[in-house]
T-cell receptor, first 113, second 112 residues
């Protein structure tokens, strides 16, 4: 079945450590996105990529990094520079001509202790 | 960053009742989206609206793109227990920018 997969579902890290969240899609979508969700708030865009080897900062990119070496994959690294990394992270993908019809993964809940 | 204002923040309703929620902004949007999110899951797109005044249905759900382009409405008719969840609106101010602004969500709880 086609879809978008995030792993792991839950992740615990010690403060000061970098951590990488995985996002893979087999929908043949060009565009991929990373969002952060905090309790009681809407989604906020961290990074997005319209095509392989290209990505753009979203509204809250500080403390995060991404890569897009393959069309199917868009990993997000939460660095030690991110001041408040504990959150629910959502990855999404879409066709470039159907940006509004994005498919979301099931999310990764990151807890930094 | 900017977020859209959604209301109500939460609501309890009886099974079978109709539900209305809205999303407002001080800015004009070119596209409005409505998503539903179950606990611990990613949002699922319910309805997409592309033109001011557009009214679109998806089963028991109906959404409208406000004439002023600064608001959108979602109605759910004859609610059922599986309608429980958080409903988010999202708007795109400039078409094709890949940057959607999300509302703060309306948490719906249906009492059987």
């Amino acid at each position: 079945d086609g879809g978008i997969t995030q792993s792991p579902k839950y992740l615990f890290r010690k403060e000061g450590q970098n951590v990488t969240l995985s996002c893979e899609q087999n929908l043949n979508h060009d565009a991929m996105y990373w969002y952060r969700q905090d309790p009681g708030q809407g989604l906020r865009l961290i990074y997005y990529s319209q095509i392989v080897n290209d990505f753009q900062k979203g509204d809250i990119a500080e403390g995060y990094s991404v890569s897009r070496e393959k069309k199917e994959s868009f990993p997000l690294t939460v660095t030690s520079a991110q001041k408040n990394p504990t959150a629910f992270y959502l990855c999404a993908s879409s066709r470039r001509d159907r940006v509004s019809e994005a498919f979301f993964g099931q999310g990764t809940r990151l807890t930094v202790v | 960053g900017q977020q859209l204002n959604q209301s109500p923040q939460s609501m309890f309703i009886q099974e079978g009742e109709d539900v209305s929620m809205n999303c407002t902004s001080s800015s004009i949007f070119n596209t409005w989206l409505w998503y539903k999110q179950d606990p611990g899951e990613g949002p699922v797109l319910l309805i997409a609206l592309y033109k001011a005044g557009e009214l679109t249905s998806n089963g028991r759900l109906t959404a409208q793109f406000g004439i002023t382009r600064k608001d959108s409405f979602l109605n759910i008719s004859a609610s059922i227990p599986s309608d429980v969840g958080i409903y988010f609106c999202a708007g795109e101010r400039i078409s094709g920018t890949y940057k959607y602004i999300f509302g703060t969500g309306t948490r719906l709880k249906v009492l059987a």
